[in-house]
């Protein structure tokens, strides 16, 4: 099962996603040199359902996501989509068919103020893609729509005429989920949407993705570092690191529940312990270089105080753990739990 959560099919089901980057760039680059983004990834998106994708900066949650639309190509692995009573293949998708997944799953950005053209009016920041989607209803009809989604984001409809840099962060960001919402998507997937903005904004962002998920049935991959923003809007979190997801459990009690060493010690860090719980101490990132077997072997070994010698030779599973339903599906990629057994 490892870790999805519904008896019925999910919208989006991710199986064994690898995404790796060569460094062969640049006059001194090292030849046959890889970054390993993304390892072996699988989890699943439920149909009105939300998924947290938490980690540390550079543990390949973006990359992941972006793998999902199509922005970057996959090394190996398989991406299903349902919609309709349909299975799409995400990565054998081709022209039109490629253009209609990509209005059912839109992508929210991290920074407004990137994704967002200033030259542009916010009518024209909204429509542009549907403009030139091949269903463009003509102007009036779009700017009904476009005035109907921006009041559905917080915003009003003579905002339309303004250009992005008259709003503050978070009015920026209200807009770029008013542009994904404008095609009338099935699945939002939400970027660090909170990362750049004050801590009461981010209330607000979150409150309005909250009521939008159960107005519209919408499903989400939320992206995020913060453990309590994920905890408080999905309704399950996959924690990843290094490329790989570690545990992927019901948000509601990860806190508690939580048995995998590094997700233990992520929830001290939101808590404000400096050395983590009173059985691990957090002793750092090491380099990218990881001696001793490479990737054949678990990625969090050096970092783990409970790391045996299987553990620097052999690479542990993601495995589920005993559960009462499927809704409390919980897995965990960990030596010590191979057994049905381990650490608390």
């Known amino acids: 099962m490892n870790g999805n959560p519904a008896d019925t099919l999910p919208v989006l089901e991710v199986s064994h996603l690898e995404k790796s980057f060569s460094l062969e760039a640049g006059l001194f680059s090292a030849f046959g040199k890889f970054v390993h983004a993304v390892r072996d990834v699988s989890f699943s998106v439920g149909a009105n359902s939300s998924l947290g994708l938490v980690g540390e900066s550079g543990c390949g949650k973006t990359t992941t996501a972006r793998l999902l639309v199509r922005m970057y190509t996959a ?3 398989r991406v299903l989509f349902r919609s309709g009573g349909e299975t799409l293949d995400v990565f054998s998708l081709k022209g039109e068919a490629l253009k209609a997944y990509r209005r059912k799953v839109k992508y929210v950005f991290q920074d407004p103020a990137r994704s967002l053209n200033p ?3 916010i009518f024209d920041v909204l429509t542009d893609g549907w403009r030139w989607s091949g269903l463009w209803p003509g102007k009036e009809k779009a700017r009904e729509a476009a005035a109907a989604v921006l009041e559905e984001a917080g915003l009003s409809a003579g905002d339309l005429d303004r250009r992005p840099g ?3 962060g978070g009015q920026r960001q209200r807009i770029s989920i008013a542009r994904g919402l404008l095609m009338e998507p099935e699945l939002l997937i939400c970027d660090e949407v909170i990362s750049a903005l004050d801590v009461s904004i981010q209330g607000q962002i979150l409150n309005l993705l909250l009521d939008l998920k159960e107005k519209r049935g919408l499903s989400f991959l939320f992206i995020t570092h913060d453990l309590r923003a994920a905890g408080y809007f999905c309704d399950r979190i996959a ?4 490329g790989e997801i570690l545990e ?3 948000a509601r009690d990860l806190y508690r ?3 995998h060493p590094y997700t233990k010690m992520l929830f001290a860090s939101a808590a404000g312990k400096e050395n983590g719980t009173e059985d691990f101490v957090f002793s750092g ?3 990218a270089e990881i001696p001793g077997g490479g990737s054949a072997r678990c990625l969090f070994a050096e970092r783990c105080p409970y790391a045996a010698e299987r553990c620097f030779r052999e690479k542990p599973a993601l495995r589920d753990l005993p559960a009462e ?6 897995a965990v990629r960990c030596h010590l739990f191979s057994a049905g057994n381990g650490i608390r």
């Open 75 to 77: 090394g190996s692995g």
């Open 119 to 121: 030259r542009m009016r």
């Open 166 to 168: 008259e709003f503050s």
């Open 239 to 242: 924690v990843m690191y290094r």
């Open 248 to 250: 992927n459990a019901p």
């Open 257 to 259: 529940t939580a048995v």
């Open 285 to 287: 990132e090491r380099g």
């Open 325 to 330: 339903s499927a809704a409390q599906a919980h």
